[in-house]
C-alpha cells in the first residue's frame, strides 16, 4: 500500500491536537506580553527588551540545545518542556494577581519561554519522522496540517483573544496559556514511544553540536533549505520594520486597515499550507521549493510597487502562500533525508541560521529607508529573494532531492552507515 492512500497514523492526531491548542495560548501570549510590559512602561528600550530576549535562546543554546535533544528521549522532552512552561506562566500570573509583576520579569520570562520553545519545537522536529516512517508524502501531508493550525491558532485566533482576556485581568491571559502547555503536555505524553536513535560513541557536547552544523554545512540539499529562511528572514524582516510606515505614508492605510493587510497574508499562508502536498507531487520538491521562493520574491515587488491598498494586500496574501508552502515543504523535506540520530542538531542549526538572521535584516530596513525611501527596503528585500532562489535553485534541484531521498531510504548502503557524517553530496 503507497504512502498515498495510507492514514496518518493515530499518534499524529494527538500530536496535532497538542501543537494546536499550544498555538492558541502562544498568540494569546504574543498579544498579551507586549501589552503587559506597556502598562509598566513607556521606555522603548525596555519594551524592545522584553521582546529581544524571548529570541536569545535561539542564539545563545540553538546548536546546543539540537545536541541535547538527540541525547535524550523526544517524546519526555516535549511533555516536559510544556510542563515547565506552564509552571512558569502560572508563578507570572501569580506575580500579577500579588502586584509584582516587573520589566525585569516579564523579560525572564520571555527567556525562558523561548528556552522552553527551543526543546519543544526542536523534538517535535525530531519525532515527527520516526511516528511517520520518514515517508516523504505523509511528512508533507502531516506538516501542512501543522502548519496550517498553527498560523490558524497563533496568528487568528490567538492575538485577538491575548487582547480581550487581557481587559478581564493581568493574570487572565497568563494563566490561559498555562493551560495550554498543561493540556498539551498531559497529550503529549500519551504519544507512542519512538526507539532512540543508536548511541554515537560518547563525545563532548560541543563536538556533537559542531558535527551536527558541519553536517548541514557539507550537505548541498540541507544547505539550500537552511539559506531559505536564513536570506528570507533579512528580507521579510527588512521589510516588516517598515510596514507599518509604508502602509500609512505610501498606502493611507491607517490602524485597522493595516490589520487586514496582515490579515491578507496570514490567509494566503494557510493556501500555502494547504497546497503545498499538492505542488511538491505536480513539480517535484525541489522545483516547487524554487517556485515558492521566486513567488515570494516577486510579490514583495509587487508590493513595493502597489499603487493601492488591494493591491498591496493582494502582493501579502501571494508572498505568505509562498511562504505557506515553503514552511511544509523545506522541513518535510529534511526530515525525510536526516538521519534520526542528527535531527534535532540539524533542525536547531537551520532555525539558528534564521534566528541571527533576523536582527540584521530589521537594521538593513530601517537603515535603508532613512538613508534613501521608505520603498526601497522592499526593493531591496526582493532583490534577496530572487537572488537566493537563483543560487539555491540547483542546490535543491529535483535530481539533488531525488538522489538525498534515495540515501536515505531504509534498504540504502548510506541511510545505515556510521560514516554518513561525512558522506560526499548527492550527484
Given at each position: 500500500m503507497t504512502s498515498e492512500i495510507r492514514k496518518l497514523p493515530s499518534g499524529f492526531g494527538r500530536l496535532w491536537t497538542a501543537q494546536t491548542i499550544s498555538s492558541l495560548g502562544d498568540g494569546v501570549t504574543q498579544a498579551a506580553l507586549p501589552l503587559l510590559a506597556l502598562?509598566?512602561?513607556?521606555?522603548?528600550?525596555?519594551?524592545?527588551?522584553?521582546?529581544?530576549?524571548?529570541?536569545?535562546?535561539?542564539?545563545?543554546?540553538?546548536?546546543?540545545?539540537?545536541?541535547?535533544?538527540?541525547?535524550?528521549?523526544?517524546?519526555?522532552?516535549?511533555?516536559?518542556?510544556?510542563t515547565a512552561r506552564?509552571?512558569?506562566?502560572?508563578?507570572?500570573?501569580?506575580?500579577?494577581?500579588?502586584?509584582?509583576?516587573?520589566?525585569?520579569?516579564?523579560?525572564?520570562?520571555?527567556?525562558l519561554l523561548g528556552l522552553g520553545g527551543l526543546f519543544f519545537d526542536t523534538a517535535a522536529t525530531a519525532y515527527?519522522?520516526?511516528?511517520?516512517?520518514?515517508?516523504?508524502?505523509?511528512?508533507?501531508?502531516?506538516?501542512?496540517?501543522?502548519?496550517?493550525?498553527?498560523?490558524?491558532?497563533?496568528?487568528f485566533a490567538g492575538p485577538p483573544a491575548g487582547s480581550a482576556l487581557l481587559a478581564l485581568g493581568r493574570a487572565v491571559p497568563l494563566l490561559t496559556d498555562a493551560v495550554s502547555f498543561l493540556l498539551s503536555a498531559l497529550l503529549v505524553r500519551t504519544l507512542p514511544a519512538m526507539p532512540r536513535p543508536e548511541p554515537e560513541i560518547r563525545e563532548s557536547l560541543l563536538r556533537q553540536a559542531r558535527a551536527g552544523a558541519t553536517y548541514v554545512f557539507r550537505d548541498r540539499v540541507l544547505l539550500g533549505l537552511a539559506l531559505r529562511p536564513a536570506v528570507g528572514n533579512v528580507a521579510f524582516l527588512a521589510v516588516e520594520?517598515?510596514?507599518?510606515?509604508?502602509?500609512?505614508d505610501r498606502l493611507g492605510i491607517d490602524g485597522y486597515g493595516f490589520g487586514l493587510l496582515l490579515t491578507a497574508e496570514a490567509t494566503g499562508g494557510l493556501l500555502g499550507a494547504a497546497i503545498a502536498s499538492h505542488l511538491g507531487r505536480r513539480l517535484g520538491t525541489g522545483t516547487a521549493l524554487t517556485c515558492t521562493a521566486a513567488v515570494e520574491g516577486l510579490a514583495i515587488l509587487g508590493l513595493a510597487a502597489a499603487p493601492n491598498p488591494y493591491a498591496a494586500g493582494l502582493a501579502l496574501a501571494v508572498c505568505g502562500a509562498g511562504m505557506g508552502a515553503t514552511m511544509v515543504l523545506g522541513p518535510s523535506l529534511r526530515q525525510a533525508i536526516v538521519p534520526a540520530h542528527l535531527m534535532g542538531r540539524v533542525a536547531s542549526t537551520s532555525r539558528m541560521l534564521a534566528m541571527c538572521a533576523a536582527p540584521a535584516g530589521a537594521f538593513l530596513g530601517g537603515w535603508l529607508a532613512t538613508a534613501y525611501d521608505i520603498r526601497t527596503?522592499?526593493?531591496?528585500?526582493?532583490?534577496?529573494?530572487?537572488?537566493?532562489?537563483?543560487?539555491?535553485?540547483?542546490?535543491?534541484?529535483?535530481?539533488?532531492?531525488?538522489?538525498?531521498?534515495?540515501?536515505?531510504?531504509?534498504?540504502?548502503?548510506?541511510?545505515?552507515?556510521?560514516?554518513?557524517?561525512?558522506?560526499?553530496?548527492?550527484?
Open positions: 502598562a509598566l512602561t513607556r521606555d522603548p528600550m525596555a519594551l524592545a527588551a522584553v521582546t529581544a530576549t524571548g529570541t536569545l535562546p535561539w542564539l545563545i543554546f540553538g546548536v546546543l540545545g539540537g545536541a541535547l535533544v538527540d541525547r535524550w528521549d523526544r517524546r519526555r522532552t516535549m511533555w516536559v518542556a510544556d506552564a509552571a512558569l506562566l502560572a508563578t507570572a500570573a501569580a506575580a500579577a494577581v500579588l502586584g509584582v509583576l516587573s520589566i525585569p520579569l516579564l523579560a525572564a520570562l520571555a527567556f515527527l519522522p520516526d511516528l511517520l516512517r520518514r515517508d516523504p508524502v505523509l511528512l508533507e501531508r502531516a506538516n501542512s496540517r501543522l502548519r496550517g493550525a498553527q498560523t490558524a491558532m497563533s496568528g520594520t517598515v510596514l507599518a510606515l509604508f502602509a500609512h527596503p522592499l526593493y531591496a528585500a526582493a532583490v534577496l529573494l530572487l537572488t537566493m532562489t537563483a543560487v539555491t535553485a540547483s542546490m535543491t534541484s529535483n535530481r539533488r532531492v531525488e538522489a538525498a531521498l534515495r540515501a536515505a531510504a531504509p534498504d540504502h548502503p548510506a541511510a545505515t552507515s556510521p560514516t554518513r557524517e561525512s558522506a560526499p553530496d548527492p550527484v
